[in-house]
């Protein structure tokens, strides 16, 4: 394994514990309920480990499920993404053991719901990882600037004007 690829999978094992969930603005995320977002940190692991052996990352249903929750609590949805919604909520549920009502359980949706689906997970992998990278980003330059100031401060003044 090179470096580069070795320095990404690291990455993205500490990602699946410090990247945050994404959600919908309008200020729900703090209702996601506790064992969301456990379901959220094993579903990581897990599409990590699927990644290694398939290709290319995406968020997971259990972070789809988060973030059309509080979508759904911040302005009402249209027919497709409340059918997407039942659908990840089911599967999200039924794999933690929760009982969904069987007038909203939605076992398969259309292959454009699906489609649609795909994107959001995309485009939420893409925004939790974006989101560490800035933050390292940050650490790394913030890092940088102490090591100066240290620096300098160790430095003897050649010159005092």
């Not at 394994?1 to 990602?15: D, F, L, Y």
């Not at 506790?34 to 997971?60: C, D, F, H, P, Q």
């Not at 973030?67 to 089911?90: E, G, K």
Request: hydrophobic fraction near 35%; glycine fraction near 6%; aromatic fraction near 8%.
């Amino acid at each position: 394994m090179n470096k580069p690829t070795m320095e990404k999978g690291i990455s993205e094992i500490v990602g699946v514990f410090v990247d945050p969930i994404i959600v919908f603005p309008g200020g729900w995320g703090d209702s996601l309920p506790e064992w969301l977002r456990n379901a959220i940190t094993l579903a990581r692991l897990i599409e990590n480990v699927r990644s290694l052996k398939e290709g290319e990352m995406t968020g997971t249903d259990a972070e789809a499920c988060a973030y059309l929750m509080t979508a759904s609590l911040t302005q009402p949805m249209d027919s497709d993404w409340a059918q997407i919604y039942f659908y990840v909520s089911n599967k999200v549920c039924s794999a933690e053991g929760k009982e969904v009502p069987k007038d909203i359980a939605v076992e398969s949706i259309s292959d454009y719901q699906m489609g649609k689906l795909r994107h959001l997970k995309e485009w939420i992998y893409h925004r939790r990882t974006t989101a560490r990278q800035d933050k390292e980003r940050a650490e790394r330059r913030q890092k940088r600037e102490e090591e100066t100031v240290e620096r300098e401060a160790a430095q003897p003044a050649l010159f005092d004007f």
